[in-house]
């Protein structure tokens, strides 16, 4: 029986590679793709693959947010990250929302089959690189200043933000203050700059 597997990615060049390479596997089978992270989950709701290939910074959800989501609706389908970011922080916040593989695009695709099957088995596949650093420095942002300091790296004023995240000003200027002062920037795209450059946006 062939492993079910949706994919999600933002580049349409690199989904469309994705698809092919896994198609050529006899024991995979492609079932939805999803430009955007809220696509990726509601196919994963209607499709139940078995596995879902994803990348982190895409449209609407990131797909840590899916993987987050996937868990806490309690769907059966696992998760594999597969991006561009070579970053410890990103690899330990994917297997705090549940992931159960994170590779690097510039993998081998005979490392993508592999880790597919992997995870499909109910085992892990962790760039081992990556597995080496990720517990060495942790992340010490909540989930809440994250938010916060991720709309201000993206341009947004504290009004703005509050709005989005519906907060009062005073309390997104306290979120940002304390952000600021555990990532050691003294102004909010100093901070938004450190923390993506650690993985923890």
């Given amino acids: 029986m062939s492993i079910r597997v949706v994919l999600a990615e933002d580049q349409l060049l690199v989904l469309g590679a994705l698809g092919t390479l896994l ?36 449209p ?67 760039d081992p690189e990556l597995a080496a650093d990720a517990w060495s420095e942790p992340d010490p942002l909540t989930e809440r200043e994250r938010q916060v300091v991720r709309l201000a790296g993206e341009g947004l004023g504290n009004a703005a933000i509050a709005d989005r995240l519906t907060l009062s000003e005073g309390t997104v200027r306290n979120y940002l203050s304390e952000a600021m002062g555990k990532l050691g920037a003294t102004n909010r795209v100093a901070a938004a700059r450190v923390a993506r450059d650690r993985g923890w946006l």
Avoid: N, S, W
């Avoid at 430009?35 to 982190?56: K, Q, Y």
């Fill in 23 to 58: 198609g050529l596997e006899q024991d995979i089978e492609v079932v939805g793709t999803a430009p955007d992270g809220d696509e990726a989950l509601r196919l994963v709701a209607a499709l139940g693959p078995d596995v879902l290939l994803t990348d982190i910074e895409m």
């Fill in 60 to 126: 609407g959800r990131t797909g840590l947010e899916v993987a987050a989501e996937i868990r806490r609706r309690g769907l059966p389908t696992r998760v594999l990250i597969v991006t561009t970011f070579a970053r410890a922080g990103y690899l330990r916040r994917a297997l705090d929302a549940g992931a159960a593989g994170y590779l690097l695009k510039d993998a081998p695709v005979t490392k993508l089959v592999d880790a597919v099957r992997a995870v499909h088995a109910g085992r892990r596949a962790i």
